[in-house]
């Protein structure tokens, strides 16, 4: 068993990150997927699916940056397909949607992967084997996750979920993944320290479907 006297991926987010933020992500966007999928349920029914994504995007996008900047986070400046980044603590933070049961799209951002090597730093909390290694990390990424149905790809105004995601450093798994609404839970939790992810759930490849109510290991 682990040291509990260490510190959990889920107690340096709770940390480092406030709990007004979260919330005002969460709300920032539920409101920018509604307005993506408006603008992009217009189209074309042949390209209405690309459309309804793309829209998505670029106003989750806005309204991502607005959140983060009235939590003073200074984030980015929104240009082009550019990923907003910000930082909160040790945290750099950024966003990306994916369909229920596709995994890699995140990896599709050569910025994402770069922002996700910081990750190396926190993988030992979560491997036993490696625990007596780790040092206390200054840097490490959090990606806030929306998750869409695939069946209704063209017509869900808002996600199933929008997730509170720890990749590892290759931004090929999880260390530690949790529904925002579940998240902030956390804030009141008196046994933060105890929540860590299932070590025997293997990492996912890419095309492996994740339950987004799993709370970590996914």
């Given at each position: ?33 509604q307005r993506g999928t408006s ?147 956390l804030y009141e939790s008196q ?28």
């Amino acid at each position: 068993m682990p040291n509990t006297q260490q510190p959990t991926i889920a107690s340096l987010l709770v940390q480092h990150i406030p709990r007004d933020l979260i919330m005002g992500v969460e709300d920032a966007l539920l409101i920018g997927a509604q307005r993506g999928t408006s603008a992009g349920a217009v189209m074309n029914p042949g390209h209405r699916s690309h459309a309804v994504g793309q829209m998505r995007h670029f106003h989750m996008n806005e309204t991502f940056r607005d959140a983060l900047e009235a939590a003073g986070t200074n984030p980015s400046q929104i240009k082009g397909n550019r990923v907003v980044i910000a930082t909160a603590g040790i945290f750099a933070l950024g966003r990306f949607n994916i369909s229920n049961g596709v995994w890699n799209n995140g990896r599709r951002s050569r910025t994402r992967r770069e922002m996700a090597m910081a990750n190396l730093s926190i993988e030992p909390l979560v491997t036993p084997d490696l625990f007596d290694t780790y040092q206390p990390a200054t840097k490490a990424t959090v990606f806030f996750v929306g998750v869409f149905d695939r069946s209704m790809q063209d017509t869900a105004a808002v996600p199933m979920s929008i997730d509170v995601a720890v990749p590892d450093h290759e931004l090929k798994g999880w260390l530690f993944r949790m529904s925002t609404t579940a998240f902030l839970t956390l804030y009141e939790s008196q046994t933060i320290a105890d929540v860590q992810p299932d070590l025997a759930v293997p990492l996912l490849k890419p095309g492996i479907a994740v339950g987004q109510d799993q709370k970590s290991g996914t």
